[in-house]
Every structure is written in structure tokens, then in C-alpha cells.
């Protein structure tokens, strides 16, 4: 098994463009993550999801968007990108039993 | 609400030496608590978590933690550091839902030869 994988691993965007991290798994989970990961900061949750075609917003939401068309994918989509959403972004999935997340490796994106 | 905070942004010991990392929690539920490990670059990988079973609780690569509900603490302990647990560590409480895991901001180990 692959676990969590995410796409790609590094990405530099200029102000205003757009773009959309992928994320799958392929342990079954019901619930996915998008986190990103400042210096500093630690971990902050940006939105999640409960099952296919549902989503929620987390601690930091503004300025993503994220859809779950399917139970093994979870994508996050910046409209506009601006140099605050300079980070490391990660996605994680869990069952719904266990509170155990499990994480991909990270995409890393600097917006210039 | 459930929070965590970390003391220390930065610890640093000598190989061979005993590391302790700490952990304090709040959560207006009896909480699941959590470790994860991360290594430069990587995603985070889980060392150890407790869920009201023993409170003393064993992790990988020698890694344990003690649950203290009277200290409301979770605090990170090897006996000997390897240079290979040069890494960052993280602390994170459970909540209630899916919306659940708080994580501290946390603490990056350096072990020096």
C-alpha cells in the first residue's frame, strides 16, 4: 500500500495564479485533511472532509477550496495564490473509528 | 476545547543522553493523546499514542510517554539519544468529531555528537 501520497512535491507560484494539490489514500478512510505547516506554528487544519462529496472548514480555510468527488481523493485548490499561503501543505486521512491520522509526504509551495 | 503546548521550541542534548520533551494539554474531554515525529522533509509518522489504557505508553525507536492527568502533562522521554532522533516533535490532543486533532507548535530536537 501507498498510503498517502500527494502531488506534486514542489511547486513555486507567482501572486494570482491558481492551483490544486491533490491528495489520495489507499487505506479506505472515511475522513481526509488538508493541514499547512508554518515555522513556528505547527500544524493548522484548513479543511476537512467526513466522506464523498462532503466538506467542512477547519481552523484557516480563507483563501482554499477543497472537493472530495471521490472517497480516495481530496484536492485543495488555491484560486488566487497570494505570498501568505507560502507553505508546506499536508494531507492526512483516518477511519472513522481510530483518531490515528495518517500523513503524505508534503507539497511544499512558495508564492512569489 | 482541547489545546496543547509545548515547552521549548528548541531542546538539544548530547548523544547518548536522556531526552525529555514536554507535553502539557487542556480538553474538557478525557483525551486521546498523540506524538508524531518529523523528519527533514518528510510528512509526520505517529511514535506513540495514548488512549486511556495504560498510562505509561511505549512508542517506536525507544520513544515512551506517561500520561499525568493530575499535571495534565504527556511528556516525551528516551533513556539515550541517537543522533538518528534529530528530528521535530509533535504534541496533539484529541477533540470530539472528525474535526479532531490539535496539534502543539513543536519542539525540534538536535542531538549532539
Known amino acids: 500500500n501507498a498510503g498517502v501520497t500527494q502531488t506534486p512535491k514542489f511547486r513555486v507560484l507567482k501572486t494570482g495564479q491558481s492551483m490544486t494539490l491533490l491528495c489520495a489514500q489507499d487505506?479506505?478512510?472515511?475522513?481526509m485533511y488538508w493541514y499547512r505547516q508554518d515555522p513556528g506554528m505547527g500544524l493548522r487544519l484548513i479543511h476537512y472532509?467526513?466522506?464523498?462529496?462532503?466538506?467542512a472548514k477547519g481552523e484557516v480555510p480563507d483563501g482554499y477550496n477543497v472537493s472530495r468527488l471521490k472517497k480516495q481523493n481530496f484536492l485543495l485548490g488555491l484560486e488566487s495564490a497570494a505570498p501568505s499561503q507560502t507553505s508546506v501543505y499536508f494531507c492526512?486521512?483516518?477511519?472513522?473509528?481510530?483518531?490515528?491520522?495518517?500523513f503524505g509526504p508534503g507539497t511544499r509551495l512558495t508564492v512569489l | 476545547a482541547q489545546s496543547v503546548t509545548q515547552l521549548g521550541s528548541h531542546v538539544s542534548v548530547s548523544e547518548g543522553a536522556l531526552v525529555l520533551l514536554r507535553c502539557n494539554y487542556s480538553s474538557s474531554v478525557p483525551p486521546y493523546l498523540f506524538w508524531y515525529v518529523q523528519y527533514p522533509n518528510q510528512g509526520l509518522q505517529l511514535l506513540l499514542k495514548?488512549?486511556?489504557?495504560?498510562?505509561l505508553v511505549k512508542g517506536i525507536n525507544g520513544f515512551e510517554a506517561e500520561f499525568k492527568k493530575s499535571e495534565t502533562s504527556f511528556h516525551l522521554t528516551k533513556p539515550s539519544a541517537h543522533m538518528s532522533d534529530a528530528a521535530e516533535y509533535f504534541c496533539?490532543?484529541?477533540?470530539?468529531?472528525?474535526?479532531?486533532?490539535?496539534f502543539g507548535t513543536g519542539t525540534r530536537l538536535t542531538v549532539i555528537p
Open positions: 492526512a486521512s483516518r477511519d472513522r473509528t481510530y483518531n490515528e491520522q495518517f
Open positions: 495514548y488512549t486511556s489504557a495504560a498510562t
Open positions: 472532509s467526513v466522506g464523498e462529496g462532503t466538506t
Open positions: 496533539a490532543v484529541s477533540g470530539t468529531g472528525a474535526n479532531n486533532l490539535f
Open positions: 487505506m479506505n478512510h472515511e475522513y
